[in-house]
């Protein structure tokens, strides 16, 4: 399947991608690292020496990369070096949205980018509700997203004692998994967490399913994964709002403090790479089926039906 990017493709990508970081003195180091780990290990170009190569221009981005679907790819993989680059920069937006204008691409991550360096963390985090919410964004639990699609006044003791249920299902089935994940994070079930139950199932099931853990580094590796997997405005939104907590420090809710730079971290960048490489590989959708009926489904065998490759750690 595609790597994100078509094969041939690739170089003109990676010198627009040079471009677009081309600012204040020059791409940071974390940039520079994001994009490294694209080319070696999602691309396999190691014939490609990023300190050598000719930056394209808006213009020249724009003759070279016309097809509709890698415009859009190399949309989101602007916002994503756009977001690796701390602290925000002005003359970063202003780089980006001048690559995306000339590209004829528009979208919700380049929005938000801009807005957390002119108007701050809460407006941006307000923008970025607003893009979940819009028709295509859902990554609700289909059985659930009717009565539990938002946040609850009071926890709901039904919807916790049938997520709890799941922990006497035969060991290693994915209800099973699923609450052990919980157990082992010291986390609340949905339903006792009043905290949009719909949304957290959905997105906790994913984590079992796939295999990352909730760390930072794990959290993009998820999104990173579902995005490579489908290319929706759901799958967008949901690697936008892992960037959005773990690198941008945009999103702060619930007493949780966004993080920075995340994808700095030794191994970070190889890893997000990897989980895009696992996405491509798979065979189907695993984010958008009716998990709860899957439950009693060994998780083993799940992954199988989804084609998804193990996880390297």
């Known amino acids: 399947m595609s790597r994100i990017i078509d094969d041939e493709l690739v170089e003109p990508v990676v010198q627009t991608l040079l471009g677009v970081i081309d600012v204040e003195g020059g791409p940071t180091s974390e940039q520079l690292a994001v994009l490294r780990a694209l080319v070696h290990g999602l691309w396999e170009r190691p014939d490609l020496d990023l300190d050598s190569m000719t930056p394209f221009a808006a213009d020249q981005a724009a003759y070279a990369v016309q097809p509709e679907d890698q415009r859009n790819r190399l949309r989101e993989l602007i916002v994503l070096l756009e977001l690796c680059r701390h602290p925000a920069s002005d003359e970063q937006v202003k780089r980006a949205d001048e690559y995306a204008a000339a590209l004829h691409e528009h979208g919700p991550g380049l929005h938000i980018a801009r807005t957390l360096v002119r108007q701050g963390a809460d407006a941006a985090m307000a923008d970025y509700m607003r893009f979940l919410e819009e028709p295509g964004g859902s990554i609700l639990e289909p059985t659930l997203e009717d009565d539990y699609n938002k946040a609850l006044d009071a926890p709901d003791q039904e919807l ?4 709890r249920a799941m922990q006497d299902l035969p060991e290693g089935t994915l209800g099973w998994s699923y609450v052990d994940f919980y157990r082992r994070h010291g986390f609340t079930l949905p339903g006792d967490d009043p905290f949009k139950p719909a949304v957290m199932v959905a997105h906790d ?10 760390t930072g580094e794990g959290e993009i590796a998820l999104g990173a994964m579902q995005l490579a997997l489908a290319d929706t405005h759901a799958h967008w939104v949901g690697f936008l709002g892992n960037l959005a907590v773990h690198e941008a420090a945009i999103i702060n809710m619930e007493g949780f403090v966004g993080k920075t730079a995340t994808l700095e971290r030794p191994g970070a960048a190889d890893y997000m790479v990897q989980a895009m490489l696992r996405g491509t590989q798979c065979t189907g959708d695993f984010t958008t089926v009716d998990h709860l009926a899957l439950a009693d489904v060994q998780l083993e065998d799940v992954r199988a039906h989804f084609g998804i490759p193990a996880l390297d750690n």
Do not use: D, K
């Open 205 to 214: 099931m994913c984590h079992v399913i796939a295999g990352y853990e909730p």
């Open 160 to 163: 916790g004692n049938r997520l």
